[in-house]
């Protein structure tokens, strides 16, 4: 069984930083992709960045590349989000998230096909 627990959020002036993590239990295949979401209220989830658990290769929203990267401790076991120069349209209840095979860059910002999700953790960014 995976599970899979966030970390990290809390409340930030635009333009701080923070950290996310996700701590990953169980097991999971070596050709998983990896990945943080968001949703804002009223909004549909949406993909912000994923990484391939193999090796260092990643994808990131447009809306975030720059100011967020994603990275795995394979020691720790987590995958993190560090975020930069925040922005309140940054705001939002973060996800990660795993998928069990790739896909075109399109289809792995989709939430559709990952199938194990973490429970959330609120980021939100005052102006």
């Known amino acids: 069984q995976v599970e899979l627990v966030e970390s990290g959020g809390g409340t930030v002036r635009a333009g701080g930083s923070l950290r996310l993590s996700c701590t990953v239990s169980g097991y999971i295949v070596s050709t998983a992709y990896m990945g943080w979401f968001r949703q804002a209220p009223g909004k549909e989830r949406e993909g912000v960045a994923v990484?391939?658990?193999?090796?260092?290769?990643?994808l990131y929203a447009d809306s975030v590349k720059g100011r967020f990267t994603i990275s795995r401790d394979t020691g720790k076991n987590t995958l993190d989000l560090q975020m930069n120069s925040l922005k309140p349209e940054d705001t939002g209840m973060y996800y990660c998230a795993i998928r069990l095979y790739g896909g075109s860059p399109d289809s792995l910002l989709q939430p559709t096909d990952y199938k194990y999700w973490g429970q959330g953790t609120q980021v939100n960014v005052s102006s």
């Open positions: 990484r391939y658990s193999r090796n260092e290769w990643a």
